[in-house]
């Protein structure tokens, strides 16, 4: 099946450092990867789909600048958290589909972003 | 924006059977899934039905849609401790656009 790989599981940062996290097709090209935010008890809140060879679609109220995705491969999307702060701490995970007729979403394990 | 609602919680007993809804609110869903996910982890693929199908049975899961009343339920039979999870049901308009429930949190009591 399609497996999506996501690392780092979890990452501990200072405040003001940056931070990226890899997202991996494994076994299909993905042309599309979208990321999401997780709060505590909470559901999924897209921030943004990662288009191949182009630009993010960013969901209203996510910062473009603070959230640098890029797509540059089939296989690939990362996501950079710049100049972290403390309210950045969230879970993040991406997800990937098979650009195949309506084939679901497979996610990666996520990634802890802790914030110092 | 489309609404996908869940109940928040559940708890059944180890062995009974448990019944998870969804209901939603645009009806040009193509397709409509179930995820699985445990604590600290990310969301893994149960089941998927196609919008035009009433029921799907896989294993120890089924899946209603009442699509007239935009319904959709899973049912876990012989419910496991290891099921304890947040569920969540997603929907699907067209390829590209997804929308997740709120998340059911089971509690299965041994």
């Known amino acids: 099946g399609a497996v999506v790989s996501q690392h780092p599981s979890w990452v501990i940062c200072k405040s003001g450092t940056s931070v990226k996290i890899e997202c991996r097709s494994l076994d299909f090209q993905a042309t599309t990867m979208f990321w999401y935010r997780q709060f505590p008890k909470q559901s999924l809140m897209l921030m943004a789909t990662s288009n191949e060879g182009s630009k993010a679609t960013y969901e209203q109220g996510v910062e473009k600048d603070k959230f640098l995705i890029n797509h540059a491969s089939l296989t690939l999307s990362t996501l950079t958290v710049t100049s972290a702060h403390p309210e950045d701490s969230s879970f993040y995970i991406c997800?990937?589909?098979?650009?195949?007729?309506?084939?679901?979403?497979?996610f990666g394990n996520g990634t802890r972003l802790t914030v110092t | 924006g489309e609404d996908v609602e869940q109940s928040l919680f559940l708890s059944v007993r180890e062995g009974d059977s448990s019944v998870i809804n969804c209901t939603y609110t645009?009806?040009?869903?193509?397709?409509l899934y179930w995820y699985k996910q445990e604590p600290g982890a990310g969301l893994q693929l149960l089941t998927y039905i196609f919008s035009n199908m009433d029921m799907k049975q896989d294993q120890r899961l089924t899946v209603l849609l009442n699509k007239k009343d935009k319904h959709l339920s899973l049912r876990i039979a012989d419910t496991q401790t290891g099921d304890s999870a947040i569920y969540f049901c997603?929907?699907?308009?067209?390829?590209?656009?997804?929308?997740f429930g709120t998340g059911t949190s089971l509690t299965v009591i041994p």
């Open positions: 997603a929907e699907s308009i067209t390829g590209n656009q997804f929308y």
């Open positions: 645009d009806s040009s869903s193509t397709y």
């Open positions: 997800s990937a589909r098979e650009p195949v007729g309506n084939s679901p979403l497979h």
